[in-house]
């Protein structure tokens, strides 16, 4: 193995252990029969996400409008098998919820970032959202992760009904995880709709760098 490839292994393991994901693997706690819907740039079909027939329930195109499943991208496919992979490929890359089925909904094309803010990134957002909010329960969706997000105003009207949307999910019963956005860390620096006090937003860690007690 590389350097890099044992970093990013123990990455993977220390964070596994943080929150406690190995001790809910060993008394079978694997997300069997949930649901997880992504809303991000799509999901390449990986052998870690296999059966497909079982595992990948469910894959719109709120870009391109094609019928199969694809990542032109690659950040989708990453973020689905942190939570998802069930490591046919490689027992290291065990994800959080191996046994959850996916909900791949692409609302963000190749060269979109969560930030891009773009009026095509908007409308696919609004669209997944809305889809989830019809269709969550023919699926068993129970957590729905967001890779999007706004610099823009909170009292925009785009603003405005990208978070209606997702508060929405939230009142439907449903965990919301979404991006804390690109731009911090400084005041005022979470991005829309991570801002929402009703969903959970999520930044990010560095094991080098203790967060308990920061200022």
């Known amino acids: 193995l590389t350097i890099k490839t044992e970093r990013i292994l123990m990455m993977i393991a220390s964070v596994s252990k943080q929150i406690h994901a190995d001790l809910a693997h060993q008394h079978g706690f694997l997300g069997e029969g949930i649901g997880i819907a992504y809303l991000d740039t799509g999901l390449f079909p990986h052998k870690d996400f296999a059966p497909y027939s079982s595992r990948i329930a469910e894959f719109i195109d709120f870009v391109q409008y094609r019928s199969f499943s694809y990542d032109d991208n690659g950040h989708g496919t990453h973020i689905t098998g942190i939570a998802a992979s069930s490591a046919v490929f490689d027992s290291d890359y065990l994800g959080i919820a191996p046994k959850s089925h996916i909900i791949a909904l692409k609302v963000l094309d190749a060269i979109s970032s969560e930030?891009?803010?773009?009026?095509?990134?908007?409308?696919?957002?609004?669209?997944?959202?809305?889809?989830?909010?019809?269709?969550?329960?023919?699926?068993?969706?129970?957590?729905?992760?967001?890779?999007?997000?706004?610099?823009?105003?909170?009292?925009?009207?785009?603003?405005?009904?990208?978070?209606?949307?997702?508060?929405?999910?939230?009142?439907?019963?449903?965990?919301?995880?979404?991006?804390?956005?690109?731009h911090g860390p400084k005041s005022h620096s979470i991005s829309i709709p991570g801002n929402s006090p009703k969903i959970i937003t999520i930044g990010s860690s560095d094991d080098t760098s203790p967060m308990i007690d920061r200022r």
Do not use: F, M, Q
């Open 115 to 182: 930030e891009s803010g773009s009026w095509n990134s908007y409308i696919g957002d609004l669209k997944g959202l809305d889809w989830i909010h019809k269709h969550h329960n023919s699926y068993n969706i129970r957590i729905v992760n967001i890779s999007i997000g706004s610099s823009a105003s909170e009292e925009s009207p785009a603003s405005i009904e990208l978070l209606t949307h997702v508060n929405t999910l939230w009142d439907d019963g449903l965990i919301v995880c979404i991006a804390g956005g690109n």
